[in-house]
């Protein structure tokens, strides 16, 4: 058994070297596998535009069982 205790056997996966929160790297998964930065940029993309399309909006409206009237939290 190999035990490289690494999580890609050709260090195609880094460890990171930016702290900032918009400039953090993840693995690029295409073609070619890369680290790249701006994972909260990509990260919001997708839970702004493809999941709403996916899934619809997201938490689904609150039934009205009350009749109409206003709900305080």
Not at 24 to 43: C, H, P
Not at 44 to 73: C, H, R
């Amino acid at each position: 058994m190999l035990n490289s205790s690494k999580p890609t056997l050709d260090n195609s996966w880094q460890p990171t070297t930016s702290i900032g929160i918009t400039e953090q790297e993840y693995l690029q998964i295409n073609v070619e596998t890369q680290m790249a930065k701006g994972f909260r940029s990509t990260d919001q993309l997708l839970w702004n535009k493809a999941l709403p399309a996916i899934i619809g909006t997201w938490p689904p409206e609150m039934p009205d069982y009350n009749n109409g009237s206003i709900v305080e939290f």
